[in-house]
């Protein structure tokens, strides 16, 4: 094994938080910073040759390869896992930028509520309103400690939007940094039809610029040009925030941080309570360590878990005795794209953006009373235009058309193409002691170590919340002309139709070392010099897209560490 001079600090994942605390170390300290990116490079010049549907959106080019590393997947702790041969459900990204690079878009702030869910709900329904098996709890921040960060996040993206329309959203400290997005023909036609019914329809938070916005950091970016190709697919013109037009070109002066790509982490070396470094394979199959006095986590929920668990760092989660923290409260956004709306009139689907629409949070949180419902929380409501590719897309016929194949199918979708549109309806997916991660005993990725086993199945919660907001949906489908809709329940979980790539939990954060792993600063309790940013740290999975939240606690805990940590290493709380 090869021993590499040691680092002050190293980074495992080149995405949005692994960047954006390379960024914030090089521009705020003379800290020597190593980013270790397991997949190739992205620069902006790549997307800019053209989108090749079929290769981006179908093959999915930008993804992690599942031939090589996967995940086992089982509904409960009865049945036996088995490998996933092909992402589905979600679609982790790979190489420098991650996922940010084929994101939508969508930057809504959480609800002030969803920090402190555990003391809200029981304060206003009572602890036997709690769903049987729940593992819900408080975060250890509030939205108020927060805000800051999240329009520090708001102003790096040039977040597009506009401030007072929804009467949920938290207080802010400052309007949008950009204006609202243009508003596309469907989404107005579920605007004007929601207002008309009462609820209260806003501009979608977006990542995609409305206008050419130059950021703190003094990166210029251009507006979008609704082309369409925004949801896995790198922006062709930069409009659209990621992570190669916004933090790369700010590291590229920065002369501490160093970037290695084809760098797969497989442990986290630690002696006496401390990280020491990390151990990798590099691009040629060599073993390397790389030592640090600072090791930070920054890739992927699932990747991080998996690291924590292969390094034994941290109790993992046992579900016969729930004893253990590491892998707990596996959450995945309770997101159903299958409300389809068809019209009678063309709807210019072809063209739009990621995070083009409006959004609606009436029946978002606790923004509703729930006191005479079978559930609790509730679910954001979007209606995009986002462009929707002609070969991806094709297909989908009303309900009234019975044929699955044949001349009436294909006249029915054709004569729909231009004439369907679906509604996003993303709902809060609470946590349960049956929902977790562990290390499989049976499978192994190509280096022989466990993969990660994932135990997840939907609960009564989800299904009647995806129920009664679907009904609600179809009054404003009806509202907006709609002739005919398609609400289908919430099916079985499986990790073939498309959900979202949000999943969170494994190592959760909190006020307590006693059902959490990393304090409110996102640093590991047990070893202070150990820190573990993102999606991996919620302790249960607001409605909302999380990109913006994970890039506000990133910042919050670049502070600390910058702030307080190198002034005096040691915990933090």
């Not at 940010?100 to 920090?115: A, S």
């Not at 995070?355 to 029946?363: E, F, H, I, W």
Request: aromatic share 8%; proline share 7%.
């Amino acid at each position: 094994m090869k021993t590499l001079p040691r680092a002050d600090a190293v980074i495992v994942g080149g995405g949005w938080t692994g960047l954006l605390m390379a960024k914030e170390l090089g521009a705020r300290t003379a800290l020597s910073v190593v980013v270790l990116e397991r997949g190739g490079p992205h620069k902006t010049s790549d997307y800019a040759e053209g989108m090749d549907e079929v290769d981006y959106s179908l093959r999915l080019r930008m993804m992690q390869d599942a031939s090589r590393e996967t995940v086992t997947f089982r509904p409960t702790a009865k049945e036996r896992a088995l490998p996933i041969r092909q992402f589905g459900s979600f679609l982790p990204g790979t190489g420098t930028g991650g996922a940010g690079e084929h994101w939508t878009g969508l930057t809504p702030r959480f609800l002030p509520d969803c920090f402190e869910i555990h003391t809200r709900t029981v304060e206003r329904y009572g602890a036997k309103r709690l769903p049987a098996n729940h593992a819900i709890q408080d975060w250890g921040i509030t939205y108020r400690e927060l805000e800051p960060f999240y329009t520090r996040a708001e102003k790096l993206l040039g977040v597009s939007g506009k401030a007072g329309v929804s009467p949920f959203e938290g207080p802010r400290s400052a309007e949008y940094p950009t204006p609202p997005m243009k508003l596309a023909y469907f989404p107005s036609l579920i605007d004007g039809a929601a207002r008309s019914l009462g609820y209260h329809p806003a501009p979608t938070p977006s990542a995609n610029l409305s206008t050419a916005y130059r950021n703190p950091d003094g990166i210029v970016r251009p507006a979008c040009q609704y082309c369409g190709f925004c949801e896995r697919f790198g922006c062709m013109v930069g409009a659209k925030a990621q992570p190669t037009n916004t933090l790369l070109p700010v590291i590229a002066r920065q002369k501490g941080v160093t970037i290695r790509n084809g760098a797969d982490v497989r442990r986290v070396a630690h002696q006496d309570g401390k990280a020491t470094g990390v151990l990798y394979r590099d691009a040629g199959g060599e073993e390397v360590f790389q030592p640090a006095d600072i090791v930070v986590l920054a890739s992927w929920t699932l990747n991080n878990t998996r690291l924590l668990l292969l390094s034994k760092i941290g109790e993992p989660y046992d579900r016969a005795t729930g004893r253990g923290q590491v892998g707990r409260n596996l959450t995945h956004q309770v997101n159903t794209r299958g409300f389809v709306i068809f019209f009678d009139r063309p709807l210019n689907r072809f063209m739009g953006a990621g995070a083009c629409g409006v959004t609606m949070r009436d029946l978002d949180g606790d923004c509703f009373d729930h006191t005479s419902l079978d559930f609790l929380r509730g679910a954001a409501v979007n209606a995009m235009a986002i462009g929707y590719p002609p070969i991806r897309s094709f297909g989908m016929v009303p309900p009234s058309v019975k044929a699955t194949w044949g001349t009436e199918w294909k006249k029915a979708a054709i004569d729909s193409f231009e004439r369907t549109a679906n509604l996003g309806i993303s709902g809060e997916h609470l946590a349960y002691t049956t929902n977790y991660m562990d290390l499989d005993p049976t499978y192994r990725d190509v280096h022989g170590d466990p993969l990660l086993r994932l135990t997840i199945s939907w609960n009564d919660n989800d299904r009647n919340l995806i129920r009664h907001v679907a009904a609600k949906m179809s009054e404003v489908a009806r509202a907006a002309g709609a002739r005919e809709v398609s609400a289908p329940p919430l099916s079985a979980y499986d990790v073939m139709s498309y959900k979202s790539t949000h999943i969170q939990g494994g190592t959760i954060m909190g006020a307590s070392p006693a059902n959490s792993v990393l304090n409110p600063w996102l640093q590991h309790w047990q070893m202070p010099n150990l820190f573990v940013l993102g999606g991996s740290s919620f302790p249960q999975n607001p409605s909302g897209n999380p990109t913006l939240t994970i890039l506000a606690q990133t910042l919050r805990t670049a502070d600390a560490l910058i702030g307080r940590y190198l002034r005096q290493p040691g915990p933090l709380m």
